[in-house]
């Protein structure tokens, strides 16, 4: 039961490196996001998508871009790593919301330093 | 604009105990969700209750229950029987409609199971 999958788990940059993240779920969900977590930030949604072809800007999206090419596959791609970027990266899915949304399944997190 | 405010920093408990972890939430829609989720030192984010806007009674889920009173917009979670491995952050979401479902946070609060 893999649920949500992502790759790398850990990651260190030079600032103006790029790189991309890879969120991967087998749950056929329809709606995936990519949020950073900061030390007394809580998440913070960067883009969402809700449907294969789809994605969204959430409210941080500056200096990230992503794709969903296929519906179990979410990318999310640092052009130009910058050190405000080291973060923990979460990817979650969840079901295709009815009212009030549904549970999102989230993945392990990406340790990410920019250098 | 959501706002989802979680007001207590860190929360110490003693072993079996009951503890409330507060959450109040700001919101002009009329239908949303009110999630609890765990995140142990380790990381991961666990799902732990879910709330409708339209449910009537309370959401329970074991140790867990959600009390939720729609007029005072509150959403606070409620462990009975607390223990050890219960220390870790928690944190309170609702999901907002116009962002594909996409979850917003509080900042956390830090829960402490004391022997």
């Known amino acids: 039961n893999a649920g949500v999958t992502q790759t790398p788990k850990f990651r260190v940059l030079k600032t103006g490196q790029s790189m991309t993240l890879l969120c991967a779920q087998d749950?056929?969900?329809?709606?995936m996001y990519w949020y950073r977590q900061d030390p007394g930030m809580g998440l913070r949604l960067i883009h969402y998508?809700?449907?294969?072809?789809?994605?969204a800007k959430g409210e941080v999206p500056d200096g990230y871009n992503v794709s969903r090419l296929k519906k179990q596959n979410f990318l999310l791609g640092l052009e130009s790593a910058a050190p405000s970027q080291t973060s923990v990266y979460f990817c979650?899915?969840?079901?295709?919301?009815?009212?009030?949304?549904?549970?999102?399944?989230f993945g392990q997190g990406t340790r990410l330093t920019v250098v | 604009a959501q706002k989802i405010t979680q007001t207590q920093p860190g929360m110490f408990v003693q072993e079996k105990e009951a503890v409330t972890l507060d959450c109040t939430y700001d919101?002009?829609?009329?239908?949303?969700?009110l999630f609890w989720y765990k995140q142990p030192s380790s990381g991961e984010m666990i799902f732990l209750i879910y709330?409708?806007?339209?449910?009537?009674q309370n959401a329970t889920e074991g140790r867990y229950s959600l009390n939720f009173q729609k007029a005072r917009k509150s959403a606070n979670l409620v462990i009975s029987a607390s223990q050890l491995g219960d220390s870790a952050m928690y944190f309170c979401?609702?999901?907002?409609?116009?962002?594909?479902?996409?979850?917003?946070f509080g900042k956390g609060t830090s829960l402490l199971v004391t022997p």
């Open positions: 709330q409708g806007s339209y449910d009537e």
């Open positions: 979401a609702m999901s907002y409609s116009n962002s594909g479902y996409a979850l917003n």
């Open positions: 919101t002009s829609d009329q239908s949303y969700g």
């Open positions: 998508s809700v449907g294969e072809g789809t994605t």
């Open positions: 749950m056929n969900h329809e709606y």
């Open positions: 979650a899915s969840s079901y295709s919301a009815s009212s009030g949304g549904t549970e999102a399944f």
